[in-house]
């Protein structure tokens, strides 16, 4: 039985095609439950920026398979699908599984996300009883091999969003100066998310949160409990903070030089450590601020150079986890090879379990036994019978390939095995 893999990614599909494969999930077990009845064991992991249909069979499989997928889309786009979807056999298909499942495929090298999804589109397929025991094998050792690698690692441990960098400079800046005044000026994808670290750790830190943007400004009415402030009064504000950052789609400064002097004597003579944080593109934040006493400004490009750093230092660390990886196919398929013996084994486990039976239907309709003596007997008979076979067993786990396809060819036929 081989492992086989097809699928596409954003390596080589754009989002407009691959959201024909963001099927429902019950489109997608519809679909898995059709392929088990047609190829047999399969698992699904479809994400934003990856479908592959893992599944165990012949390689001629390969193209019923395909067709299979092009069946459920857009007939036009037909030939497009049958060109960039691609396949995988054998211990390829291991690799890149491990790989994928390791975050080493990502777009974002060496992310989180994918070990979770992985694992999900695995329980899903073991629920509904179309994994198999070779399926579930690979990907156990997957998901074991991804935690494991990324702990030795520490892949993990070095960020690469500019949200998550923002907060963690602003978080160093407020420990060291013991500030704890936050302002989050834009309520975009970024702005949300870098409030989204903040509340995590608000009450933790003894932090307050003001958020403000001109979408805000627009509301009939705020919440000052959630700390929403009105946009045009976000200098007002700024004596009661020591963090800005700032993430609007403005082509003008939200804080401009001239602006903030005139604010100062808000601060009424007490010198206020502030940091600005700009990851906005064009400029939010004008740079000439950080020539201003106990102000300092970070912009996009200072973030972006630790991105890039990480990405340096996470290249590294992918390459000594890819190191591990050939190890790890070898552990699989050297499990694989042996698996095969099983049915094997379980058939003499069967025909063991047989005689032993019938052995003691016999004795008990030939001599009547006490209890205490039939127990005694059928003790001894099964370990006897179990002796039989256990060398033989023994044997089948530790032949190599080619010694063990040639003794179970011959114990089926001396044992009359299906």
């Given at each position: 039985?081989?492992?086989?893999?097809?699928?596409?990614?954003?390596?080589?599909?754009?989002?407009?095609?691959?959201?024909?494969?963001?099927?429902?999930?019950?489109k997608?077990?519809?679909?898995?439950?059709?392929?088990?009845?047609?190829?047999?064991?399969?698992?699904?992991?479809?994400?934003?920026?990856?479908?592959?249909?893992?599944?165990?069979?012949?390689?001629?499989?390969?193209?019923?398979?395909?067709?299979g997928?092009?069946?459920?889309?857009?007939?036009?786009?037909?030939?497009?699908?049958?060109?960039?979807?691609?396949?995988?056999t054998g211990?390829?298909?291991?690799?890149h599984?491990?790989?994928?499942?390791?975050?080493?495929?990502?777009?974002?090298?060496?992310?989180?996300q994918?070990?979770?999804?992985?694992?999900?589109?695995?329980?899903?397929?073991?629920?509904?009883?179309?994994?198999?025991?070779?399926?579930?094998?690979?990907?156990?050792?997957?998901?074991?091999?991804?935690?494991?690698?990324?702990?030795?690692?520490?892949?993990?441990?070095l960020?690469?969003?500019?949200?998550?960098?923002?907060?963690?400079?602003?978080?160093?800046?407020?420990?060291?100066?013991?500030?704890?005044?936050?302002?989050?000026?834009?309520?975009?994808?970024?702005?949300?998310?870098?409030?989204?670290?903040?509340?995590?750790?608000?009450?933790?830190?003894?932090?307050?949160?003001?958020?403000?943007?001109?979408?805000?400004?627009?509301?009939?009415?705020?919440?000052?409990?959630?700390?929403?402030?009105?946009?045009?009064?976000?200098?007002?504000?700024?004596?009661q903070?020591?963090c800005?950052?700032?993430?609007?789609?403005?082509?003008?400064?939200?804080?401009?030089?001239?602006?903030?002097?005139?604010?100062?004597?808000?601060?009424?003579?007490?010198?206020?450590?502030?940091?600005?944080?700009?990851?906005?593109?064009?400029?939010?934040?004008?740079?000439?601020?950080?020539?201003?006493?106990?102000?300092?400004?970070?912009?996009?490009?200072?973030?972006?150079?630790?991105?890039?750093?990480?990405?340096?230092?996470?290249?590294?660390?992918?390459n000594?986890?890819?190191?591990?990886?050939?190890?790890?196919v070898?552990?699989?398929?050297?499990?694989?090879?042996?698996?095969?013996?099983?049915?094997?084994?379980?058939?003499?486990?069967?025909k063991?379990?047989?005689?032993?039976?019938?052995?003691?239907?016999?004795?008990?309709?030939?001599?009547?036994?006490?209890?205490?003596?039939?127990?005694?007997?059928?003790?001894?008979?099964?370990?006897?019978?179990?002796?039989?076979?256990?060398?033989?067993?023994l044997?089948?786990?530790?032949?190599?390939?080619?010694?063990?396809?040639?003794a179970?060819?011959?114990?089926?036929?001396?044992y009359?095995?299906?």
């Open positions: 039985m081989i492992v086989n893999v097809v699928g596409v990614s954003y390596k080589e599909m754009e989002v407009g095609l691959r959201e024909q494969l963001a099927w429902t999930q019950t997608r077990m519809e679909y898995q439950i059709q392929l088990f009845e047609s190829v047999g064991g399969n698992v699904l992991l479809s994400t934003c920026n990856r479908f592959e249909l893992y599944y165990t069979g012949a390689d001629t499989d390969v193209l019923e398979v395909i067709e997928i092009i069946d459920q889309l857009n007939p036009e786009d037909g030939s497009i699908f049958r060109e960039r979807l691609w396949s995988l211990d390829a298909a291991i690799t599984l491990l790989k994928v499942t390791a975050g080493l495929d990502s777009m974002v090298l060496g992310e989180d994918i070990l979770s999804q992985v694992k999900d589109a695995w329980l899903l397929a073991s629920k509904m009883g179309i994994s198999n025991k070779i399926l579930n094998r690979l990907f156990q050792e997957s998901i074991r091999f991804s935690k494991e690698i990324r702990t030795r690692v520490g892949i993990s441990h960020p690469i969003s500019v949200a998550y960098l923002a907060y963690k400079r602003a978080m160093e800046f407020l420990r060291t100066t013991g500030g704890k005044g936050v302002m989050i000026v834009g309520l975009g994808e970024t702005g949300r998310l870098v409030k989204k670290y903040f509340d995590e750790v608000a009450t933790k830190e003894g932090l307050v949160i003001y958020k403000t943007s001109r979408s805000i400004c627009q509301m009939n009415s705020l919440d000052p409990d959630d700390g929403s402030l009105p946009y045009e009064e976000r200098y007002a504000f700024l004596s903070v020591d800005i950052i700032s993430a609007t789609s403005s082509p003008h400064y939200i804080f401009s030089y001239d602006r903030l002097l005139e604010t100062m004597n808000l601060y009424q003579g007490k010198a206020k450590n502030q940091l600005f944080i700009d990851l906005a593109v064009p400029a939010d934040i004008e740079r000439r601020i950080d020539t201003l006493e106990h102000t300092q400004v970070l912009g996009i490009d200072e973030i972006g150079k630790t991105i890039e750093d990480n990405l340096e230092v996470r290249r590294e660390m992918a000594r986890m890819i190191e591990k990886i050939p190890h790890e070898e552990m699989l398929k050297d499990w694989m090879m042996r698996s095969v013996a099983d049915p094997t084994i379980e058939g003499l486990q069967n063991v379990q047989t005689a032993y039976g019938d052995a003691m239907d016999l004795i008990h309709k030939k001599i009547q036994l006490s209890h205490k003596e039939s127990a005694y007997i059928e003790k001894v008979i099964k370990s006897a019978v179990l002796r039989v076979v256990k060398e033989p067993i044997g089948l786990k530790n032949m190599e390939q080619e010694e063990l396809k040639e179970l060819t011959l114990m089926k036929k001396l009359d095995l299906e």
